[in-house]
């Protein structure tokens, strides 16, 4: 994500749970923004393969509390770019498999003049993987970037004062589509 440079922030009950080595005021530690834990429901629109990756990543994001409905629009991003990516990989290996001279009809085209270039089907697919992968760093969906999520509400509260009130209800929104 472009503007963030070097590590990002601890959370403010990391440095609490330190002892508040760096001796931020209490405000500065409790202040941070903590929306209810909730999955959006899965939009309509979506193909049938993007949307099983939206409930089944959703699903997750929810049971360790990484989801919002105000991440409804990336979950779908990302889900998008997941069947977007899952459809052009399916193209290039069904095209690999009809070519029985080399097998990389789905790798490379050739152009008009005679020119080797990467295959559309590649294109897509490498596109789609990138931007799959950019945005899965925002949920933490890799091994290093979990280290850098943190939970929203319900979580646990500092030591000595209240939990925060949190309206009951079904966390896990509507997966009707």
Same mark, same amino acid.
């Given at each position: 994500m472009a503007g963030k440079v070097g590590r990002p922030a601890k959370p403010g009950k990391v440095h609490w749970l330190a002892g508040n080595p760096s001796k931020k005021p209490l405000n500065q530690l409790?202040?941070?923004?903590?929306?209810?834990? %909730?999955?959006?429901?899965? =939009?309509? +629109? $979506?193909?049938? %393969?993007?949307?099983? +990756?939206?409930r089944l990543i959703g699903e997750e994001l929810l049971r360790y509390g990484l989801?919002?409905?105000?991440?409804?629009?990336? $979950?779908?991003?990302?889900?998008?770019? !997941? #069947?977007? !990516? *899952?459809?052009?990989q399916k193209r290039v290996d069904d095209l690999n498999a009809e070519d029985e001279e080399h097998g990389? #009809? @789905?790798y490379v085209a050739t152009t008009p003049n005679g020119?080797?270039?990467?295959?559309?089907?590649? *294109?897509l697919a490498?596109?789609?993987?990138?931007?799959? +992968?950019?945005?899965?760093?925002?949920? @933490?969906?890799?091994?290093?970037?979990?280290?850098?999520? &943190? =939970?929203?509400?319900? &979580?646990? /509260?500092?030591p /000595?004062?209240?939990?925060?009130? &949190? =309206?009951?209800?079904?966390? $896990?929104g509507d997966f009707s589509a």
């Open positions: 409790t202040g941070e923004f903590n929306p209810d834990v %909730e999955l959006a429901k899965c =939009p309509p +629109h $979506l193909r049938r %393969e993007a949307r099983k +990756h939206y989801v919002s409905k105000l991440d409804f629009g990336l $979950l779908s991003m990302l889900a998008v770019n !997941w #069947a977007k !990516w *899952q459809w052009a990389e #009809a @789905g020119y080797k270039v990467i295959s559309v089907y590649e *294109q490498r596109t789609a993987e990138s931007s799959y +992968h950019k945005l899965s760093a925002e949920f @933490g969906l890799s091994p290093s970037n979990r280290s850098r999520v &943190q =939970p929203g509400n319900p &979580q646990m /509260g500092l /000595g004062m209240d939990e925060p009130e &949190q =309206p009951m209800g079904s966390a $896990l």
